[in-house]
């Protein structure tokens, strides 16, 4: 079992940045494959970014590519994600999950991820 706890939401003008950060608790983090997914109102929840359990290897939803950064360190049991250049299409309840070894499904597919976080607000104003 795991606990995920997001951080770093908020009020952003278009074009500026956040970063976002998801703490995970135990002592096996580097052995989940994490993601971020975001949820707007009315909306589906979708893929955004995610990583590799050693952080070597990086995927990207097409919407963010580019602008967004997903990055892990280990040692302190955190995936974080930069983004850039953000656009009020960004707004959204961001979430983090973590993928526990063995669990079959696409890495961009909600249903592949076992835990998640309770979410952080993220506000994009034109």
């Known amino acids: 079992q795991v606990q995920l706890v997001e951080s770093g939401g908020g009020l952003a003008q278009a074009g500026g940045s956040l970063r976002l950060s998801c703490a995970a608790s135990g002592r096996t983090f580097s052995s989940y494959v994490m993601g971020w997914f975001r949820q707007a109102p009315g909306k589906e929840r979708e893929f955004v970014a995610t990583?590799?359990?050693?952080?070597?290897?990086?995927a990207y939803a097409d919407s963010v590519k580019g602008r967004f950064t997903i990055s892990r360190d280990n040692a302190k049991n955190t995936v974080y994600l930069q983004m850039n250049s953000l656009k009020p299409e960004d707004t959204a309840v961001y979430y983090c999950?973590?993928?526990?070894?063995?669990?079959?499904?696409?890495?961009?597919?909600?249903?592949?991820?076992?835990?998640w976080g309770q979410g952080t607000q993220v506000t994009v104003s034109s």
């Open positions: 999950a973590a993928r526990t070894i063995g669990t079959l499904g696409p890495m961009a597919s909600s249903g592949s991820y076992n835990y």
């Open positions: 990583i590799s359990r050693s952080g070597a290897s990086t």
